[in-house]
């Protein structure tokens, strides 16, 4: 399989063609963005980092039934990856409070959600990714109504695999934002998980140990990443 032109560039991660028409090639970069591309940083080792714990993350998926995108890895910065072709949405669910939802509805962060709650934002940047609901995704037409529901289902079928996973590591998944494509007429998961994505917090001590620390300037980001990923099992070195 060769590598071809570059298709897309995201904040943390570029995608190429491939000469096969099914398959992409995910590059993670060190790039470490937030705030909807207002803070961007270059951080030593992240591209490696987040490729790995990325892989080992879409495994543990796989091994569950949850079907997503993940291939192979194909170097230390990249992945082959199954060529969805993307909903333009985010998929949160929260655990406990922290983040936005502390800001707009005025809850202190740190509080148990029960049950989870379930969020979708649009993917788009210069609108600041703004809260949709499923009228909207109706109305203008980002998914079909089956899509939608399979999106929720297995956006929370993701919960139950994850949090038992990092509780295992002593970790509390506090919230998480996936996203989701089609594949063969099939809602598969693509983009990446990884704690860019998602926040994680030591379960006895609550210390951050995700891009919360980037974004708030706690510092050791890379190292908390790995931390996060020897916890859980995953293998950075070769
Ligand atoms: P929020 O608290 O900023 O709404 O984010 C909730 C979770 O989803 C948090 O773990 C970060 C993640 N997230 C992204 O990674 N990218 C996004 O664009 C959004 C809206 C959320
Ligand atoms: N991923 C979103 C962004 O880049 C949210 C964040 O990480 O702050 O803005």
């Given at each position: ?95 406990i409070t922290a983040g936005?939802i502390c ?6 962060e740190g ?63 506090v919230d ?23 926040r ?12 919360d ?26």
């Amino acid at each position: 399989m060769n590598k071809l032109d570059e298709l897309f560039r995201g904040k943390a991660k570029s995608v190429y063609a491939t000469d096969d028409a099914d398959k992409l090639i995910l590059f993670f970069r060190d790039d470490t963005s937030a705030f909807d591309g207002k803070k961007i940083e270059q951080l030593s080792r992240k591209g490696m980092v987040n490729n790995k714990f990325n892989a080992f993350i879409m495994q543990k998926l796989e091994e569950a039934g949850i079907n997503t995108h993940f291939d192979s890895l194909l170097s230390e910065q990249e992945s082959v990856v199954k060529h969805l072709e993307m909903f333009p949405i985010e998929c949160v669910v929260r655990n406990i409070t922290a983040g936005s939802i502390c800001r707009r509805l005025g809850i202190e962060e740190g509080k148990d959600i029960n049950p989870p709650t379930f969020e979708f934002f649009l993917k788009d940047d210069s609108l600041g990714d703004p809260m949709i609901n499923e009228f909207h995704i109706q109305s203008f037409g980002w998914a079909e109504a089956e899509h939608v529901e399979k999106m929720k289902q297995l956006t929370f079928a993701v919960n139950d695999v994850l949090k038992a996973l990092f509780l295992e590591g002593g970790m509390l998944l506090v919230d998480y934002k996936l996203e989701f494509g089609l594949f063969k007429g099939e809602v598969v998961l693509g983009d990446e998980f990884t704690p860019d994505g998602c926040r994680l917090w030591d379960k006895e001590t609550r210390k951050k140990l995700d891009k919360d620390r980037f974004r708030q300037g706690l510092g050791g980001v890379i190292e908390a990443y790995e931390e996060v990923g020897h916890r859980i099992g995953v293998k950075f070195e070769d």
